[in-house]
Structures are given as C-alpha cells and as structure tokens.
T-cell receptor, first 113, second 112 residues
C-alpha cells in the first residue's frame, strides 16, 4: 500500500510566522503535489514536483514556496503566514507521467491567528 | 485552462437508494477522469477512474459513465449504505500534463 504521511494533523500559527509542512511518501513516486482544500472550492494545486529539486507552480502559488531535496520528501513553506492561508493542506504523490492516480496524505489543518 | 464543474454540492439519500453525481469539464484534451472519496479526517482516496477510450466502468456498487462528446461524466452509487457518506470529488487531467483539476466536491449523506 502506498503511504503518504504529513508531519502534522493540526497546526496553529501566528501571522507572520514561517511555517513548514512536511510530506513523505514511501512508494518511490516521481511526482508530488501540494493542494489546499477550502469549502466550496475543492482542491486547488499550489505547487508540484516531478523530480528531485524540480518544482512547478500550480494555480495558487502566491505566498508559498516548496522544497524537494529527496525523492520521498516534499515540503511546503509559508514564508510569512497570513490569516487567509488558514486551510486544509493536502499532499499527494503519483508515479510517472501525472496521468495516474494520486495518493493523498491525511491532510494538515492549519489555523493562522 | 481546464475547469471542472460538479453537481450537486450536497446530496441526501435514503439507505438503499441510488446516488448520482455529475461533472462537466471544459478541455476536450482531457483523457483521464478519476473519482475520489474523502471520509472525515482523511485524505481523498481513489474509488474508480475511467479513461477516454471507455464509455462506462463498473466496480461492484459504483459505476462511472463518460460522454466525451458532451464533456461530462457521472458517478453512480447503487444500494447506498451509511458508510458511503463522505465527500466525493471528480477530476480531469490532460495527457502529458501534471495537473489534475478537481471539482468542488459533493457531500453525500446516506440516511439509515
């Protein structure tokens, strides 16, 4: 079974703090993704990576950055957290081309005060 | 860019009844259409998918149909059970791309 783990289930941070969300997958997948999930908006892609040290912007990259130093790990960074970044963050991975099933982690619910 | 619309946003059915969720997509190049189920406190999990060279696919109580001409696809759940209660997302992706576009989700309630 593919397993995608996220470092925290719940996080509470202050406005202006730097926030790190970590994601690890154990299936040697090439592709990894970060989404945010908001009611009525579905899942929106923040960033994705198709290889180590490679990253591509998704639909809503503003205010976020990512890091992929190892194949199994993909980090999402909020350089200076703001209240409008309060959301559920989901990490996913998939093999090869991207036209495949994505395997999701359990999500991190972030509250920025 | 690709856009996926999903309806209804909320669906309530009696146990044993059928549930249908419908999605439309905008990019005619889309060729892969997965459906994900998200239970409370968990990430979305694939339940069924269909590729553009197939019109229908069935797996026990769930089935998906695809109409490429009309650019819409649907999820059908028969004999619903309380454990089917969850949020369901449709999605579409284009060949060679890395972006899967998700619908806004449907919250399904199955009343016992």
């Amino acid at each position: 079974d593919v397993k995608v783990t996220q470092s925290s289930r719940y996080l509470v941070k202050r406005t202006g703090e730097k926030v790190f969300l970590e994601c690890v997958q154990d299936m040697d997948h090439e592709n990894m993704f970060w989404y945010r999930q908001d009611p009525g908006l579905g899942l929106r892609l923040i960033y994705f990576s198709y290889d180590v040290k490679m990253k591509e912007k998704g639909d809503i990259p503003e205010g976020y950055s990512v890091s992929r130093e190892k194949k199994e790990r993909f980090s999402l960074i909020l350089e200076s957290a703001s209240t409008n970044q309060t959301s559920m963050y989901l990490c996913a991975s998939s093999p090869s081309t991207g036209e495949e099933t994505q395997y999701f982690g359990p999500g991190t619910r972030l509250l920025v005060l | 860019g690709e856009n996926v619309e999903q309806h209804p946003s909320t669906l309530s059915v009696q146990e044993g009844d059928s549930a249908v969720i419908k999605c439309t997509y905008s990019d005619s190049a889309s060729n892969y259409f997965p459906w994900y189920k998200q239970e409370l406190g968990k990430g979305p999990q694939l339940i069924i998918d269909i590729r553009s060279n197939v019109g229908e696919k069935k797996d026990q109580r769930i089935a998906v149909t695809l109409n490429k001409t009309a650019k819409h696809f649907s999820l059908h759940i028969t004999e619903t059970q309380p454990e089917d209660s969850a949020v369901y997302f449709c999605a579409a992706s284009i060949p060679g791309g890395f972006k899967t576009i998700f619908g806004a989700g449907t919250r399904l309630f199955v009343k016992a």
